[in-house]
């Protein structure tokens, strides 16, 4: 590859003197001074957040608000930072669940140590723990940081589910071929 | 009156100043005694109604010269420290010098006394400055052109001093 | 119904004009430190300060009331007024540490001596005109603490003595970074002052007529350029503003001013990237808040001998003095020659022009980039002495030739 030397062209004196830059730039920042601002008024704007935002990790329930996780517990053991930690239990006989899955009786996520990789969403065979738009996570002990199960259902809400895995399994129960 | 009190506050602060400047230790501190000095001079000034004198005094010596001093002071980091015993020369001529600054004074003194009534009825040459201005380029032309040249011959002894002359030995 | 104060004794009337004009300068000052931060975010496309409100406590305060005024308390709020309270509280009642390693009588003497000359030098400016009467004569007298005959020299003069606070605050430090901006303050400063003072003097060769009075007064700068339009004539001239006529002495004048106080692009003193905080590395609190102060006094006091100097003093544009402007609201308003009201509109048109150089200070600051230390040196040593030379020759030619 050739080295081109380009000749640096010589100030002319107007350059030199510098005022016609300087009063370039004056009439560059007075054109700011009279644009709109474009600073969000973050508490009471909120930013929009874009498609795919990997916020804190919450769990979802199915459409009949069931829960989907099912304690396999592959999310606590992919999780890098070892943020995850369950305890798997068994589905009480009363509940409409009972006898199909596991469910768990923990579920704890400590923020302190979620890195927010998303790793626990993209391994999730339930879709069952998935990271929202949620962006601001504040408490006054490490206690607080640490969210349970009941946090995060309610953080993570209902998401639309086409599987309804509960109600398929149950059809298939009521006909006899469960399992 | 109460400009005699002022003369007297303003001579004691510039006398006390000034013995500030030669028996401070620190060589900051001297130099602003000395900035507090021309200050008290210029007071001074203003009480012989010499406003021009007054107002150049501090803009040009304690504005400017005295802030070179400190720069040259802070530049070359000199310390006060521990200062050589003056030799058998310096005391006699110190003395001397008092002795005719004595004299100086007594005599400007008695002369005063006697002058004391025309006094108020001259009018100073710095008063105003048309009257400043004309005396300066009229009457004292001569003194004011030969104070310009020795100043232009220290300011060229400096350059030649200070600056290192190369491939021009022939010079010396 | 104003008359009562002009039979005050005359002693009492400077006393209550000094208060007035220290009782306008501070809180202009500070108010300068807000609008710094509002138009420096601004000219960033940001809104600036503007959360703080009074808290609820503060309802008994007369800001809590004027906060919670609708309309009026969020505007405020919007452009920062109780940030600036809450500023000024900060800085008054945080606790004031000194340094272990400072020379401590140098140290605390540094921030008095930055106020003194900032506030020392407004005796001296005119800030505006009113008729009086005189020996059974109307004349136009200025607005003035002292009227003195060396105005603009007394200004050089005492400003010229804040320089010490600079090398003062760096030299007791005791500190690599202050004593830097203290080193560089003294002979940047030094270096200016000369080219300030060269470009001045065309302006009062204009005014001192061979066979006239001398004068340096600042009043008489301003009545040079006090002239009314007449059409094309050498007698308007006589209206005309500084800068018209001498736009090279103007533009060196404010060159110099930048240097002069500090203010980017010549902020070497300071120089936040290399030197921390220059001089004031070392100081808090209040110590630091005169500080700041006094940088906004020079800026105000430096504005105010620009304008009078070339920018036509309490004139409201050239070829319409201040008088022509009293004749015609007269028209309007019955008591517009009154020495009051007339000389309420002279500060007003002054204050307003200083005010607007002030932000012009601040967009300079906000758009340029600081000069190297040797690059200020040579600007100053090799290009506006000698330009500012070279002006003064040709002015002393022209002026020469012209009133032959």
């Known amino acids: 590859m050739a080295v081109i030397q380009v000749e640096r062209k010589p100030l002319t004196f107007a350059e030199r003197t510098y005022i016609p830059q300087i009063i370039g730039g004056l009439w560059v920042t007075l054109k700011h001074f009279f644009q709109p601002t474009v600073t969000l008024q973050y508490p009471e704007q909120r930013p929009e957040i874009p498609k795919g935002y990997r916020g804190v990790p919450t769990l979802v329930k199915d459409p009949n608000g069931r829960e989907k996780c099912v304690s396999c517990q592959l999310c606590e053991f992919v999780c890098p930072p070892k943020a995850i930690r369950i305890t798997p239990g068994e589905i009480s006989a009363e509940s409409d669940n009972a006898h199909v899955e596991k469910g768990p009786q923990a579920f704890d996520i400590d923020m302190l140590r979620c890195i927010y990789c998303g790793l626990c969403q993209e391994v999730c065979p339930e879709e069952a723990i998935f990271l929202q738009n949620q962006f601001s996570m504040s408490g006054y002990t490490r206690a607080e940081m640490v969210n349970n199960k009941e946090r995060l259902y309610e953080l993570g809400g209902t998401l639309p589910d086409e599987h309804l895995k509960w109600d398929k399994k149950k059809t298939a129960e009521e006909h006899g071929n469960a399992h | 009156m109460s400009s005699d009190i002022f003369f007297y506050l303003f001579a004691a602060f510039t006398t006390g100043t000034a013995l500030a400047v030669v028996l401070t230790k620190n060589t900051v501190a001297s130099a602003l005694s000395l900035l507090l000095c021309l200050v008290g001079v210029a007071g001074v000034f203003i009480l012989l109604d010499a406003f021009l004198l007054a107002a150049l005094m501090v803009f040009v010596y304690a504005g400017a010269v005295v802030a070179l001093f400190l720069f040259i002071i802070m530049l070359l980091d000199a310390q006060g420290g521990d200062r050589k015993p003056f030799k058998k020369t310096a005391y006699v001529s110190g003395g001397i010098a008092f002795a005719l600054l004595v004299v100086g004074v007594l005599s400007f003194w008695k002369s005063g006394q006697q002058t004391t009534g025309e006094l108020g009825s001259i009018v100073p040459v710095g008063s105003t400055l048309k009257n400043y201005g004309e005396q300066l380029f009229t009457t004292y032309l001569l003194p004011v052109q030969i104070v310009g040249f020795l100043l232009l011959i220290a300011m060229l002894g400096v350059i030649v001093l200070s600056k290192k002359f190369e491939g021009l030995e022939d010079i010396k | 119904m104003f008359d009562f104060y002009f039979h005050l004794p005359l002693i009492v009337r400077l006393v209550l004009q000094a208060i007035a004009v220290i009782l306008f300068m501070f809180p202009v000052a500070a108010a300068c430190s807000m609008a710094e931060r509002k138009v420096c975010a601004w000219i960033q496309n940001r809104p600036g300060p503007n959360r703080t409100i009074a808290p609820i406590g503060g309802l008994l305060t007369p800001l809590g009331i004027v906060g919670r005024i609708p309309f009026l308390g969020p505007f405020l709020q919007q452009m920062g007024i109780f940030q ?95 004593f830097l901006g203290g080193v560089r303050a003294s002979a940047q400063l030094v270096s200016y002052e000369l080219a300030m003072t060269l470009s001045v003097l065309p302006s009062f060769l204009w005014m001192n007529k061979p066979g006239g009075q001398g004068t340096l007064s600042l009043f008489d700068a301003v009545q040079m350029q006090n002239g009314v339009w007449h059409g094309f004539s050498m007698a308007s001239l006589h209206g005309m503003w500084g800068v018209f006529y001498m736009p090279i002495s103007a533009f060196i004048f404010l060159v110099a001013l930048f240097a002069e106080t500090n203010r980017a692009p010549f902020d070497m003193a300071e120089a936040e990237s290399e030197l921390v905080a220059g001089f004031h590395t070392e100081y808090g609190a209040f110590k630091w808040s005169l500080f700041f102060l006094a940088e906004y006094c020079h800026m105000i006091i430096g504005s105010a001998v620009c304008i009078l100097l070339f920018f036509g003093g309490w004139n409201i544009l050239p070829w319409i003095p201040l008088t022509t402007l009293i004749d015609w609201l007269s028209h309007f308003i019955p008591f517009a020659a009154h020495p009051l009201f007339m000389g309420l509109v002279g500060i007003g048109i002054f204050v307003g022009k200083v005010f607007s ?43 020469a030739l012209l009133q032959k």
């Open chain 3, 84 to 178: 600036l309270a809450a500023d000024g509280g900060k800085f008054t009642f945080k606790e004031d540490p000194v340094p272990a390693h400072v020379n401590k009588f140098y140290f605390i003497l540094a921030p008095i001596v930055a106020m003194i000359p900032a506030l020392t030098t407004v005796a001296v400016v005119p800030v505006g005109a009113y008729y009086a009467v005189v020996n059974g004569q109307t004349i136009l007298q200025p607005i003035v603490l002292a009227n003195v005959d060396i105005g603009l020299l007394a200004v050089f003069a005492v400003s010229s003595l804040g320089v010490y606070a600079v090398i003062l605050a760096g030299w007791a430090s005791n500190s690599k970074y202050a």
């Open chain 3, 357 to 399: 150089f002030i932000f012009f200070f601040m967009w300079v600051r906000w758009t340029l980039p600081r000069f190297r230390y040797d690059q200020v040196m040579h600007l100053g040593w090799k290009k506006l002495l000698p330009l500012s030379i070279a002006n003064l020759i040709f002015y002393t030619l022209g002026i």
